[in-house]
């Protein structure tokens, strides 16, 4: 069993940011020390001792970076960005990449710089998901203008749009296909997974489809799994890859005013929906998972509620194959 996990998430004003860290026996509550009202949305680790939040204020505000040094959290320099941001990849402690929207922000040694995306991306996509193998690799994932997912490629020096991104055909006709997480085994491989909205006449306002599409290296091909019987809104929200033929996602599949958390695993031809804890609320949703390599332990994260009152929600297991 592992000893050392972090949770990020945000709480009402005044209440300072929560974070949750695994021990090895249970979580313990560890408070960031951001101001009141900002919340963050993603973490990435380079060790048990060395971990950077990002996120910012819920309602326009700035950015802001904290950072894990085993013990206690700390502000850290934060880019100068008028905006939360959403996803951070680190490759090792000093190199690190942000995004949220059509901004990227680089962190080289302790400088944040913004690394400008090309014009016509930006001007027709828009990303919050980011996995980084190297200083030399990152890919970020998001949503395009006209409809699909986008995913874009960072070497270190300069930009590479990556071609069109494939939606999928076993579902009826999806539009506004966006990819909410991305995550690389290599420069060669990477997943990504999202969901997209039904067409006309096919389905009805607000019914979703999950999204999942395999890079090797010059082209996606569309891997989605299928809906989960009695749904009618599925959305994969996270992901964590080992290889390529072991990835994990968690989401959750609802039907009307109820949703159940959704966690599919991934074997290198197909997925395979894994039973998840759930809990006794009308409504769970995961929004984080992350596993163990060459392990079978697994937490997944996110949020239970019946009528709008609940709160965080985790769950672990050691028994995923």
Not at 150 to 167: C, F, K
Request: negative net charge; glycine residues 12%; hydrophobic residues 40%.
């Amino acid at each position: 069993m592992p000893k050392a996990c972090v949770a990020v998430g945000s709480a009402g004003l005044g209440e300072g940011v929560p974070t949750e860290v695994w021990n090895g026996d249970e979580w313990q509550t560890a408070t960031a020390p951001s101001p009141s009202g900002y919340e963050l949305s993603g973490v990435d680790c380079v060790s048990s001792d060395d971990c950077l939040a990002v996120g910012g204020a819920a309602v326009g505000g700035n950015a802001v970076v904290e950072g894990w040094n085993g013990r206690s959290w700390a502000v850290q320099p934060s880019p100068k960005l008028r905006t939360p941001l959403d996803s951070v990849s680190c490759s090792s402690a000093v190199n690190c990449l942000a995004v949220v929207g059509d901004v990227v922000e680089l962190l080289a040694g302790k400088r944040w710089s913004v690394v400008p995306l090309p014009a016509a991306v930006r001007a027709h996509s828009g990303f919050d998901a980011v996995s980084c193998r190297s200083a030399r690799f990152c890919l970020i994932g998001g949503g395009s203008l006209n409809g699909g997912p986008a995913a874009v490629i960072w070497n270190g020096t300069t930009w590479r749009a990556t071609p069109a991104v494939q939606v999928p055909t076993t579902h009826e006709p999806i539009s506004g296909a966006f990819f909410s997480a991305v995550a690389c085994t290599s420069s060669s491989w990477c997943m990504a997974v999202g969901f997209g909205d039904y067409l006309p006449p096919h389905a009805s306002s607000g019914d979703q489809a999950p999204v999942a599409d395999v890079w090797n290296g010059s082209t996606w091909s569309n891997v989605s799994p299928p809906m989960p019987p009695r749904s009618d809104a599925t959305q994969l929200t996270s992901l964590w890859c080992e290889s390529r033929i072991r990835c994990y996602a968690a989401g959750f599949a609802g039907r009307g005013d109820t949703s159940q958390a959704l966690i599919e695993r991934w074997a290198g031809r197909r997925w395979t929906r894994f039973p998840s804890a759930g809990s006794d609320q009308a409504r769970t949703d995961l929004h984080g998972i992350s596993c163990i390599a060459h392990t079978r332990w697994c937490a997944a994260v996110g949020v239970a509620s019946t009528g709008g009152a609940g709160g965080g929600f985790v769950e672990t297991t050691s028994n995923l194959p």
